[in-house]
């Protein structure tokens, strides 16, 4: 099996939605775009991957998200080094369609309060659906590591709750750690790196906003 050396997750850059929540009224999730802040956001985090692959091939996912494919443009990737698959299972959280921000405000605190992870929104997914498709989708990627020409790098333009989910099941951490955790910020990048003993390691963590409270004792 050819397993990559590097797995890396980019959340997109700025979006609109980010920096004014009413334009969920007016305008679908999946159509918004990024910001000039977002562009340039991308195009940093696009230099450091560049420094990161050098000339080696890499194998692209990229949620169907039209923020998240202005993000991989913006990296300026050599499209003859790289191969793009649009991703589905990796798109954003449903909240339902036009959202009313009102409501979504009562629902973000009424999901505050009962947990990320399984709180379902009323039109919409729960952190546990959206967990569900990641690792549907995670067991598709292992199983392209069987080619024997795959990529020594993946990578995955997302969004930053896919990101701690994909984490979550690749590194099997439990409900309470993924409650623990933040989203990275817009553009931010973590990698899943293979070392010598054949186990991946995360290059940095997500940074904790309390500790984690488990149920019960795991591992």
Known sequence: MARPRRIVLVRH????????????EREPD???????????????TGKRLREVFGRERVSVYVSPYRRTHETLRAFHLDPELIRVREEPRLREQDWGNWQDRDDVRLQ?????????????????????DVYDRVGGFLESLYRSFEAPDHPSNVLLVTHGLAMRLFCMRWFHWTVAEFESLSNPGNAEMRMLVLGDDGRYALDRPF?????????????
């Open 30 to 44: 999946h159509a918004l775009a990024l910001t000039e802040r977002g562009w340039q956001q991308a195009e940093e």
């Open 207 to 219: 940074e904790r906003w309390r500790d984690p409270e488990p149920y019960g004792i795991t591992g």
């Open 13 to 24: 850059g700025e979006s609109t939605g980010n920096v004014d929540d009413t334009v969920y």
């Open 108 to 128: 973000k605190a009424y999901r505050d309060a009962y947990g990320h992870f399984f709180y379902r929104f009323a039109q919409g997914e729960s952190g546990a």
